[in-house]
């Protein structure tokens, strides 16, 4: 089960009719790579649970905004977590 601000990446690429632009250099992009590093933001619990992915670049300004069911998203872990 996926968290609040957990870092995930894309599965597949989101096409722009998906994704909420928020910087106006941004705006015209045709949508996001496969792959795309981004972060949960807000976790919709229904029958089919869903995420709000935050998208920033490196100087950490938010530039897009998608809800994505969690079949296109992938956990990113920085510690190998052993089982005891």
Do not use: C
């Not at 015209?28 to 920033?56: C, K, M, R």
Request: no cysteine; proline share 5%; hydrophobic share 45%.
């Amino acid at each position: 089960m996926l968290k609040l601000f957990d870092p995930i990446a894309t599965l597949n690429s989101i096409p722009a009719n998906r994704l909420t632009l928020l910087e106006r250099e941004y705006q015209s992009i045709q949508g996001l790579p496969a792959g795309q590093v981004g972060t949960i933001v807000e976790i919709y619990e229904t029958e089919d649970t869903s995420y709000l992915i935050e998208f920033a670049d490196l100087q950490g300004r938010e530039y897009a905004m998608a809800i994505l069911p969690a079949s296109e998203v992938l956990a990113l872990h920085y510690e190998l977590a052993i089982a005891s």
